[in-house]
């Protein structure tokens, strides 16, 4: 028969292994939702060919914050934040892009 401290030092055991993988659950969750968080904006942008309601400043700050981010994540070498950033600023740069040509397409500076 196991003792009780035996049984406590199992289920810590499992404990611990269920938080490790709910943590990469919920890291990679995050990462696919923070990587895909401009499109539904892009979506919208391509349907009304419209970037009156956008504002290109926080496209900006938000494509620096992510270079520098995704310095850091080769810095400490963590996988899924460099996927996270590679792919936000993707997604960034080609809504950038959509944002001038309507611009200057649709509209005036």
Not at 23 to 38: N, R
Not at 52 to 65: E, K, P, Q, R, T
Request: charged fraction near 10%; glycine fraction near 4%; avoid cysteine.
């Amino acid at each position: 028969m196991r003792s009780a401290l035996q049984i406590l030092l199992i289920l810590e055991e499992h404990l611990d292994n269920f938080n490790i993988d709910t943590a990469q659950l919920l890291g990679w969750t995050a990462t696919i939702l923070f990587s895909i968080m401009v499109i539904p904006q892009i979506i919208k942008t391509i349907k009304s060919k419209d970037t009156s309601g956008v504002s290109l400043l926080l496209f900006v700050i938000y494509f620096i914050a992510n270079i520098i981010a995704l310095v850091y994540a080769f810095m400490i070498n963590q996988g899924p934040l460099i996927f996270k950033y590679v792919i936000a600023i993707i997604t960034i740069v080609f809504y950038m892009g959509l944002f001038i040509y309507y611009k200057k397409k649709y509209n005036s500076y």
